[in-house]
């Protein structure tokens, strides 16, 4: 398999980011109303592992019910 097709392969299986392009910070709640992530978790987005990202992926729809 050629690297590049092997790239495209791992990337398939990478959580996407959950950006809408949104950017609102709901003060009250503490995360943006798009995403629902808070700003550590957006700053760390790019640094976290797949198995983080699931994590933070896993509480966005709690987080949706909530606001």
Not at 55 to 65: T, Y
Request: net charge neutral.
């Amino acid at each position: 398999m050629p690297i590049s097709a092997a790239r495209s392969e791992l990337r398939s299986s990478e959580p996407l980011s959950p950006c809408t392009g949104v950017c609102v910070l709901d003060e009250n709640a503490g995360w943006c109303r798009g995403c629902r992530r808070t700003l550590d978790e957006i700053a760390a987005w790019r640094d976290m592992t797949q198995d983080e990202q699931r994590a933070v992926l896993q509480k966005l729809p709690a987080r949706a019910i909530a606001a």
